[in-house]
């Protein structure tokens, strides 16, 4: 059974957070970054999405052009750079060795970033997805 943590970004600016179980999650697997996949394989009428990008179960960083499931490279900036100084660097040229996720949605990755490409009739807010049950109270 496989369950990702989808984070949408809308036309509008705002993102939406959805949680994604099997069997539509399993739609997600083996597709690449910058793909495009329809919102209803997903369970939202209408939509289509771009994947942008995610993060493993350890939460390291997706990276375009990566084709192993994780790896060690040595970059200079992008993605899975950061530091302390978010993405400024103190001497040009630096270099530093991270560790970096490939490029394919597999079962180790935990978090799906999707960009909406085409809008469907119902808003996310009111699109069907399944939440967490609420504790009751104890009293």
Do not use: H, W
Request: positive net charge; aromatic residues 6%; contains cysteine.
């Amino acid at each position: 059974m496989v369950d990702f943590k989808c984070v949408i970004g809308a036309k509008d600016g705002k993102t939406y957070q959805k949680e994604i179980k099997s069997p539509e999650a399993d739609n997600l697997l083996k597709r690449r970054i910058s793909e495009k996949i329809s919102g209803d394989l997903l369970g939202f009428e209408g939509y289509e999405f771009e994947i942008t990008g995610g993060s493993d179960k350890c939460g390291f960083p997706m990276r375009k052009g990566i084709q192993e499931p994780r790896k060690q490279i040595m970059i200079g900036k992008g993605v899975g750079f950061s530091g302390k100084n978010r993405n400024k660097q103190k001497q040009k040229g630096l270099l530093k060795r991270r560790t970096v996720c490939g490029e394919l949605v597999t079962k180790i990755i935990r978090q799906v970033n999707l960009k909406v490409l085409k809008e469907g009739s119902k808003s996310l807010d009111e699109a069907p997805a399944e939440e967490a049950p609420k504790e009751e109270k104890k009293e």
